[in-house]
């Protein structure tokens, strides 16, 4: 079962769907540079491409960094790190990729601190 489908079919997301998605989104909707493999693609590229070896590679995947790790910062065929680059620069997509995993998690503790 791929991991869309799997979505659809439960309510609710557990955290590491959930900052999955969230990391997904940002790339999404962000302006960067996904370069892979030596060629340039557009973040929408970048975020199919995470899909697909999530997918694949999704009996490894049971927490955010993993998912990082597996899908999101190096070619398993060339061994070749992925790289980001944005209006800063260029950096490990490694390091981008956990850049927005703290930012979620940031988010979820602050929305955890607000008194109900």
Do not use: C
């Not at 590229?45 to 790790?69: C, G, N, Q, S, W």
């Amino acid at each position: 079962m791929g991991f869309a489908v799997a979505l659809a079919d439960t309510p609710a997301q557990s955290e590491p769907e959930a900052s999955i998605e969230y990391m997904l989104a940002r790339v999404a909707s962000s302006d960067v540079v996904f370069l892979r493999n030596g060629k340039a693609h557009t973040a929408a590229e970048a975020v199919d491409h995470m899909r697909l070896k999530y997918e694949y590679y999704e009996d490894r995947i049971h927490t955010p960094e993993d998912f990082i790790r597996w899908a999101a910062t190096k070619s398993v065929l060339s061994g070749r790190a992925y790289r980001i680059r944005d209006e800063n620069g260029e950096v490990p997509a490694a390091e981008w990729m956990n850049r927005l995993l703290a930012e979620y998690r940031g988010s979820q503790q602050a929305l955890s601190a607000v008194p109900k």
